[in-house]
Structures are given as C-alpha cells and as structure tokens.
C-alpha cells in the first residue's frame, strides 16, 4: 500500500505537534518542579532560623532573669541573713514564669542553702548534678548539656554565678528546665500538616527535642543535616531521613547552646501542586490539538493540491508542452509559509502555558502577592545595582486567634483583605510579598528609614480603622529596616528588620518599629 503525500504531510506534522507539546508540557513541568523545591527548601531555612533566634533568645533571657537574682541573693549569702529570705526569692524565681521546674540557691562549696519547690527535700545537701559540679567548678554562667533527670525526662541546668561586690565567688542560683515542654511552646507545629516537622539537636548529634516523643535521645549524627549542624553550619538540603523519606530540610545554629534546629517537609507534598498543574496543562491543551487535527488536515490537502497539479503536468508533458502551466503554479513558498504559521502558531501556544505556569509558581495562591521566591530575585537585583530600599515586615496580631475563632476559610479572607490594604499604599515601583503564614513583607524602592516608617503607619491606621472580613478589627505589626544605611549583607538586613517585627510584638503590638 502506498501512502498518499496528503497522509505523508499529516503524519509529519501532528507529530510535531505532539512532540511540542510534550516537551513544552515536560519542560514546564520540570520547571516548576524545581522552583517548588528551591522555594520550600529557603522557606524551611528561613522557618528554622527563625525558630533557632527565637530559642537563642528565650535562654538568654532566662539567664538575665537569674543574673538579675544573684544580684539580690549576693547581699543575703554575704551578710549571713535569714534563710527565709533565700527562700523566699527561690519561690518568686519559681513563680515568676511557668518557666522553671525547680529553682536552688547554692554555697561556693556545693551547699545547697535554699529550693523552691521545698518539697523537693535537697536543703543542705550538696549539689551533685553534673550541670550543676560544671557552674561550680567555672563560676561562671553555664547552660549545661541535656541531661536524663531521675523522672526519665531530658533535662537542662542553667546557672550565674552570685559574686559579692568585691568580686567574691559566694555560690550560684540555677534551675532545671525540661526541654520537651519548654522546646515544644517555642516551636509549636510545623505550619504544614503533610508530615512535616520540626526536630532539634544538640552538638554531639542526640535529638532532644521531637514531635515522635520515641525518638527523643536518638543519636543521629550520621544524618547530613546534623553532620553540618555539628559543624555550625546553618542552610538547607535535600536528604534521606531515617525512615528514607525524601525530605526538603532547612537547619539553623543555635550558637549560644551549640544546639541544631531542622524543619523539613516531604518532597512529595512540596511537589504535589505540579500533579495538578499538569493535569490542567492536559485538559487545556487538548481542545488546541484536537482544533489542530482539523487545522492541519485542510492544510495538507491544501499543500497536496499544487503538489498533485505539478505531478499531473509532469505526467502529461510529453505529450503536451506544460511548462508554462508548470510555471504558473506556486510549489513551494505557500506550503512552507502555511506549515510554518501552523508550527509558529503551535510554538507560541504553549511557550504562553509555560509562561503562565511560571507566573504561577512565582506567585502566592491565595493573596496574588509576590511570593518568597520572587522577594528574593528582586532584593538581589536591586543590592547588585545599588539601588537604595527599605523594607517592612507585617505580621497580623493574633492572627492563630483568627483562625481559631472564624476558621481558616475567614482567616484566607483576612490575608487577602490585607494584600489588598498593601497594593492601596504601596507605588507602582514598589513591591508586595507574601513572607509566609501570617508575615508580609513590603519592598519600598529609593526609601529611606523615616519614609518607610510613614507608609508602615499609613498601612496599620488604614487596617485598624476598617472591619476586615471576620467581622471585627485586626491589627498589624511591623518591623521596618533600610539597604545600605542598616546593613548591606541582605540576610542581616532582613534579620534586623525581623528584630523589630519582635520588638513591636513584645511592647504591646499595633505599632510599627524602625531599627535605630
């Protein structure tokens, strides 16, 4: 059987159809693959830093509240007074905070003079915990190893030293923390629930802090991640957990401890969205191939038309003087031309789906803002050509309150009520991004400090002054830094301006904070 040049042109054009389209489809498949992996693995970093400063902060805090103490308790111990005054500062330590599980007052020499709770029945005993022979022996301030109380529960020792004003050593006061319950209010939940988690380390590789409590005093230093903890180093990864899951992790030293926090997520859930994108590519893209069938079957019986004439002519030449017929009928340059504006028109087609789809994984969903991602790229841009910004970071006060309350269908309504505050305030040059969760970020192009500071109160004064849609008001904080005049590291940058979002959030939120 001999196939005729209409099937001939048929068959070679749908295939490449076919084959453009897979590969357009292939290509933007494994180019959003990508960008989901590099955008989870730099949210996971920067959650893990986060959670890492967090921590940092928490335990120096702690240890400023027992310096605060050894002042007091070095007038008591020097001047010999009574005991019932130790005491007394042991309970309110205790009381002050949930923070501490037992607080004690100890001698130079060991002598444990004072307790809270006194229940424990250590009183004039000597100190013999290893955490607690280490402050001893160094008088100074000590945050001790994780350590396994006689409860089975993982322990930590912090400590200052009491010195009299004359630069005597008199003894310590210190306490005893548990970490699983400490750890767990500091970090909280992974803010995805499709198997990620956050886990905590300390410098030998022993976790000491999981959501699976079985894992608890695990030792892991064989895992990548801790290996690069080990070293204090921070950044991000792709790994094989224990259990051999692929997982996205992002890691951050805590310096002050030596401790390693991970947040990791499954590679398979970060990469689930591009199942869905694919699918819509498909379902898209079979009306274009199914118009195309029809398209280009005319079209090849088109181009078989002159083709079949020529043949005819050349037939019947020798009987007849064809070339001036031959010569009237155009063979070539118009079926080239219509191949060409159908390939082109395919081409075209599905580079825009491409296009499309990488507009969409450099935008967030749900708020149409800038995602992380795209923050990124542009921040970089912008310090490489030396072009001035300031930047504020927004966090919705109360916000888990929202979710909570309305559930999170409103609590997405309140974070779209608020992109949209953002475009109303922000210039065209500007930039508005979505940090994550709760946090927004606002890029101010050619902004100085006290501009920036302008805009982030217009912003606040026009969020609180309407009802957003959980029916009732919310409020915003906000930390506001500049490039170069605060830093021109961009990391630092954004960290300085994440101190102030904090400070705004500790002295009462609502407000707006601008690094001094």
């Given at each position: 059987?001999?196939?005729?040049?209409k099937?001939?042109?048929?068959?070679?054009?749908?295939?490449?159809?076919i084959l453009?389209?897979?590969?357009?489809?292939?290509?933007?498949?494994?180019?959003?693959?990508?960008?989901?992996?590099?955008?989870?693995l730099?949210?996971?970093?920067?959650?893990?830093q986060?959670?890492?400063?967090?921590t940092?902060?928490?335990?120096?805090?702690?240890l400023?509240t027992l310096?605060?103490?050894?002042?007091?308790?070095?007038?008591?111990?020097?001047?010999?007074?009574?005991?019932?005054?130790?005491?007394q500062?042991?309970d309110?330590?205790k009381?002050?905070?949930?923070?501490?599980?037992?607080?004690?007052?100890?001698?130079?020499?060991?002598e444990?003079?004072?307790?809270?709770?006194?229940?424990?029945?250590v009183?004039?005993?000597m100190?013999?915990?290893?955490?607690?022979?280490?402050?001893?022996?160094?008088?100074?301030?000590?945050?001790?190893?994780?350590y396994?109380?006689?409860?089975g529960?993982?322990i930590?020792?912090i400590?200052?030293?009491?010195?009299?004003?004359?630069?005597?050593?008199?003894g310590?006061?210190?306490s005893?923390?548990?970490?699983?319950?400490?750890?767990?209010?500091?970090?909280?939940e992974h803010?995805?629930?499709?198997g990620?988690?956050v886990?905590?380390v300390?410098?030998d590789?022993r976790?000491?802090?999981?959501?699976?409590?079985?894992?608890?005093?695990?030792?892991v230093?064989?895992?990548?991640?801790v290996?690069?903890?080990?070293k204090?180093?921070?950044?991000?990864?792709?790994i094989?957990?224990?259990q051999?899951?692929?997982?996205?992790?992002?890691?951050?030293?805590?310096?002050?401890?030596g401790w390693g926090?991970v947040?990791?997520?499954?590679?398979?859930?970060?990469?689930?969205?591009t199942?869905?994108?694919?699918?819509?590519?498909?379902?898209?893209?079979?009306?274009?191939?199914?118009?195309?069938?029809?398209l280009?079957?005319l079209?090849?019986?088109v181009?078989?038309?002159p083709?079949?004439?020529?043949a005819?002519?050349?037939?019947?030449s020798?009987?007849n003087?064809?070339n001036?017929?031959?010569?009237?009928?155009?063979?070539?340059?118009?079926?080239a031309i219509?191949?060409?504006?159908?390939?082109?028109?395919?081409?075209g087609f599905?580079?825009?789906?491409?296009d499309?789809?990488?507009?969409?994984?450099?935008?967030?969903?749900l708020?149409?803002?800038?995602?992380?991602?795209?923050?990124?790229?542009?921040?970089?841009?912008?310090a490489?050509n030396g072009t001035?910004?300031s930047?504020?970071?927004?966090?919705?006060?109360?916000?888990?309150?929202?979710?909570?309350?309305?559930?999170h269908?409103?609590?997405?309504e309140?974070?779209?009520?608020?992109?949209?505050?953002?475009?109303?305030?922000?210039?065209?040059?500007?930039?508005?991004?979505?940090f994550g969760?709760?946090?927004?970020?606002l890029?101010?192009?050619?902004?100085?400090?006290?501009?920036?500071?302008q805009?982030?109160?217009?912003?606040?004064?026009?969020?609180?002054?309407?009802?957003?849609p959980?029916g009732d008001?919310?409020?915003?904080?906000a930390?506001?830094a500049?490039?170069p005049?605060?830093?021109?590291?961009?990391?630092a940058l954004?960290?300085?301006?994440?101190?102030?979002?904090?400070?705004?959030k500790k002295?009462g939120?609502?407000?707006?904070?601008a690094?001094?």
């Amino acid at each position: 059987m001999k196939l005729s040049l209409k099937h001939l042109i048929l068959s070679v054009a749908m295939l490449s159809v076919i084959l453009t389209l897979s590969s357009s489809t292939l290509s933007g498949y494994r180019l959003s693959q990508q960008m989901l992996i590099d955008n989870t693995l730099e949210t996971n970093r920067v959650y893990a830093q986060k959670l890492a400063s967090t921590t940092d902060v928490f335990l120096k805090m702690t240890l400023q509240t027992l310096e605060q103490s050894s002042k007091e308790l070095s007038l008591y111990i020097k001047n010999n007074e009574n005991k019932a005054k130790l005491f007394q500062e042991a309970d309110r330590l205790k009381n002050q905070t949930n923070t501490f599980n037992s607080v004690v007052i100890v001698a130079e020499n060991g002598e444990i003079l004072a307790s809270s709770p006194q229940t424990l029945d250590v009183v004039g005993k000597m100190l013999d915990s290893t955490g607690g022979k280490q402050a001893l022996t160094g008088k100074r301030s000590l945050i001790s190893k994780p350590y396994v109380s006689i409860t089975g529960r993982l322990i930590i020792f912090i400590s200052h030293p009491i010195f009299d004003e004359g630069g005597n050593y008199l003894g310590l006061v210190g306490s005893t923390l548990y970490l699983k319950e400490i750890l767990g209010e500091i970090l909280g939940e992974h803010f995805y629930k499709d198997g990620s988690y956050v886990y905590v380390v300390d410098e030998d590789g022993r976790i000491i802090y999981h959501p699976n409590q079985d894992r608890v005093n695990e030792h892991v230093p064989q895992n990548p991640v801790v290996q690069q903890l080990m070293k204090k180093e921070s950044g991000s990864a792709r790994i094989k957990n224990s259990q051999n899951i692929d997982m996205l992790a992002g890691y951050s030293y805590i310096s002050e401890v030596g401790w390693g926090v991970v947040s990791q997520r499954p590679t398979d859930a970060s990469l689930a969205p591009t199942t869905d994108m694919m699918k819509q590519m498909i379902s898209k893209s079979l009306p274009f191939l199914l118009l195309s069938s029809v398209l280009i079957t005319l079209i090849s019986k088109v181009i078989a038309q002159p083709l079949q004439k020529l043949a005819f002519f050349a037939e019947s030449s020798t009987e007849n003087n064809q070339n001036e017929s031959m010569k009237k009928i155009n063979a070539w340059y118009y079926e080239a031309i219509q191949l060409k504006k159908a390939l082109t028109y395919s081409l075209g087609f599905f580079h825009d789906k491409v296009d499309y789809f990488t507009y969409q994984s450099k935008t967030d969903p749900l708020t149409k803002l800038n995602n992380r991602r795209t923050m990124d790229e542009v921040t970089h841009e912008w310090a490489e050509n030396g072009t001035p910004f300031s930047i504020i970071i927004l966090d919705i006060d109360y916000f888990k309150g929202v979710n909570d309350t309305y559930g999170h269908t409103i609590g997405d309504e309140v974070l779209k009520f608020l992109a949209d505050e953002m475009r109303t305030v922000s210039r065209e040059v500007d930039m508005c991004c979505r940090f994550g969760g709760e946090e927004f970020v606002l890029l101010l192009q050619g902004m100085n400090m006290d501009e920036a500071y302008q805009v982030a109160e217009q912003l606040r004064k026009e969020v609180e002054s309407k009802v957003s849609p959980c029916g009732d008001i919310i409020t915003l904080s906000a930390g506001i830094a500049s490039y170069p005049v605060c830093a021109t590291n961009l990391a630092a940058l954004f960290q300085m301006a994440d101190q102030c979002l904090y400070e705004a959030k500790k002295t009462g939120r609502n407000k707006s904070v601008a690094l001094k």
